[in-house]
DNA sequence: GTCTATAATCTGATAGAC
DNA sequence: GTCTATCAGATTATAGAC
């Protein structure tokens, strides 16, 4: 019902210290939303319990969300938001030899999504009974898989389906171990093995040198 | 810790034409269970919902199963049992080779999880809430999955890794697809070439036919 | 075996006082 | 901006009549 025109990942200054503190709520909100998530599963998430979280009654959360969908598609930005900065973190690889780098590459994506099993399921999965991100948030979405997208055109690999194939082969590996073995490396001791299967592939060129294809090594 | 000797599938027969009429309505009460959730998501299931479906009050249920969880559990094991079927009925593919068998049954679990995405959900991610199955269902599903792991050895591969590694790739596919383009094919046009990688990680032995095998025998 | 009645609790959300 | 009060409903589950 708003006007969703916010362009993504654009937020406007504060104008005053009145809309600071406002702000400065809001992320309070959105970070125990986090952590009751993280405690109850995402569908678990309560408004009362979140005022309590964050020391309100749960009528007054709604002053700075007008909505439980508004919240979680508050976390859904910002999930995506910090892919991005995941993304962009990266970058120092960029001396790597491109073979060293996927691996790098595919080593870290497993760790993002493992160390936050929630907000994997939120940003990757459809598990949320009846929340769909708001144009906004979804713009920021396509716009951070964009940029992942020019991390696999960075090592030569531009063909979008061998992305996608790339992409589910990690998202399987890590679903798997977020679903039956969440407290050990059942499967992210296959990550190297599934970067070096990848590589013969979908980038072969990759390994006309020298080929390492190490196996098993954590 | 339960005597987990349980004996998967094997329901007692009913004695009496009681107990006749008692599973079949049990039966019914599962089967709305399934279209309900089919509608409104694993968790969005009710007893309410699901009394009216079959004709009762809600309350009524509770005479055929105990509680929400119990409800949760009977389609979890039907789930398995019936993905047990599905590796029964893959046995006519024995006479073909085993790249092709491989193959194919590359393209039926594809099929078996895309054809009923809530089962998939149930079956093989932890996306539901409180739940978790009872001992003796699970027992099931780890009887199923041992099953999954012979047709691998039937086709040559027994090691875990790599059956963890190929059925990561294709629940990785499968859980895209579902999540991501459930009205087209956009993954499933992927199977073929993700079968043809893994073989040639995993069962290269089956490719080298038409080359000198210098890797070595069996 | 199904019903009525109801407990006990949770839910998201709104109105309006201060 | 936070509160009280409250709506309007949902939920699972139990007790006991018939």
Redesign the pocket.
């Known amino acids: 019902m708003a006007t969703v025109h916010a362009i993504p990942a654009a937020p406007a200054p504060p104008r005053g210290r009145?809309?600071a503190?406002?702000d400065r709520?809001r992320v309070e909100i959105l970070s125990a939303a986090w952590v009751l998530v993280r405690a109850q599963g995402l569908a678990?998430?309560?408004?009362?319990?979140?005022?309590e979280a964050v020391?309100?009654?749960?009528?007054?959360?709604?002053?700075?969300?007008?909505?439980?969908?508004?919240?979680y598609d508050a976390m859904f930005r910002q999930g995506y938001e910090e892919f991005d900065a995941w993304i962009a973190a990266g970058a120092d690889t960029a001396a790597l030899a491109p073979a060293a780098r996927f691996r790098h590459m595919a080593h870290r994506f497993f760790d993002f999504c493992t160390t936050d099993p929630v907000r994997y399921m939120l940003l990757f999965q459809r598990t949320i009974p009846g929340f769909e991100p708001s144009p906004g948030s979804y713009a920021v979405a396509l716009t951070v898989l964009d940029e992942l997208a020019d991390e696999f055109a960075a090592i030569g690999v531009t063909d979008p389906a061998a992305i996608d194939l790339a992409i589910a082969v990690f998202t399987g590996l890590t679903s798997q171990q977020i679903a039956n073995d969440p407290e050990r490396d059942r499967w992210e001791r296959l990550v190297d093995r599934a970067v070096s299967m990848l590589l013969v592939d979908l980038a072969p060129h990759l390994l006309d040198r020298t080929t390492p294809a190490t196996r098993g090594t954590t």
Chains 1, 2 share one sequence.
Do not use: N
Not at 44 to 51: I, N
Not at 56 to 71: E, G, L
């Open positions: 009145r809309e503190q406002r709520t678990g998430l309560s408004m009362r319990d979140l005022g020391g309100m009654r749960a009528q007054s959360v709604y002053s700075y969300y007008p909505s439980k969908d508004a919240i």
